[in-house]
C-alpha cells in the first residue's frame, strides 16, 4: 500500500517559533510538494521538489523554506512563524513526468496553528 | 481569473439523487485529474482523463477538450459521498508534473 506520511496531525506553535513540517513517501517518487489549504483558496503550491537536493518555488514561498537531502523526505520549514501561517499543510509525492498521467499521492495533512 | 473554475462552491442534495460538479479550465491541458477530500484531510485521487469518459461504481467523469470543460458526476448519492470534490489540471508543457487546482466543492448529502 503506498505511502505518504507527515509528521504530524495537529501542531500548536508560538509567533516567532521555527517549525518543521515533515514528509516521509515510500513510492520511490522523484517529485515531492508542499502545499497550504485554506478555506475559499485551495490548495496552493509553496514548493516543489523533483530530485535530492532540488528545489523549486511554487505560487506561495514567502516565509517557507524546504529541505530535500534524501529522496524519501522533504522538509517544510517556517523559520519564524507568523498568525498568517496557520493553515492545513499537505504534502504529495510523484512519479516525474513521463508520459500518461501524473497522478499525486497526499498525505494526511498537519494543521498547523500559530498563537 | 483562476486558470481552473468549479461550480457550484457548495452543494447540498438529498441521498439517492444525481449529482454534477463542473470544471472549467483555461489552459492547455495534458490531463484532468479529479480528487476527493474528506473531513480530516485526506486527499485521493479518483480520475485521471485526457478525454472522453470513464467510469468507476457510480461514478463517472467526462471531458470535453475543446470546451476546456470537465464534469463530475454521481448517481444514486449517498451520504458517504459528502466530501469536497477537487478538479486540477496537468498544464501541458509545465513543469514536472505539477497540477493547477480549483478551489474546490463541498458535497453535503442528507439521508
Known sequence: DVKVTQSSR???????????LECVQDMDHENM????QDPGLGLRLIYFSYDVKMKEKGD????YSVSREKKERFSLILESASTNQTSMYLCASSFKRRGGYNE???GPGTRLTVL | KNEVEQSPQNLTAQEGEFITINC????????LH????????GIVSLFMLSSGK????????????????????ITASHPRDSAVYICAVENYGG????????????LSVKP
Open chain 1, 10 to 20: 495537529y501542531l500548536v506553535k508560538r509567533t516567532g517559533e521555527k517549525v518543521f
Open chain 1, 33 to 36: 510538494f508542499w502545499y497550504r
Open chain 2, 24 to 31: 472549467s479550465y483555461s489552459v492547455g491541458i495534458s490531463a
Open chain 1, 104 to 106: 499525486q499521492f497526499f
Open chain 2, 95 to 106: 513543469s514536472q508534473g505539477n497540477l493547477i487546482f480549483g478551489k474546490g466543492t463541498k
Open chain 2, 54 to 73: 470513464k467510469k468507476h461504481g457510480r461514478l463517472i467523469a467526462t471531458i470535453n477538450i475543446q470546451e476546456k470543460h470537465s464534469s463530475l458526476h
Open chain 1, 60 to 63: 506561495i514561498p514567502e516565509g
Open chain 2, 34 to 41: 479529479w480528487l476527493q477530500q474528506h473531513p480530516g484531510g
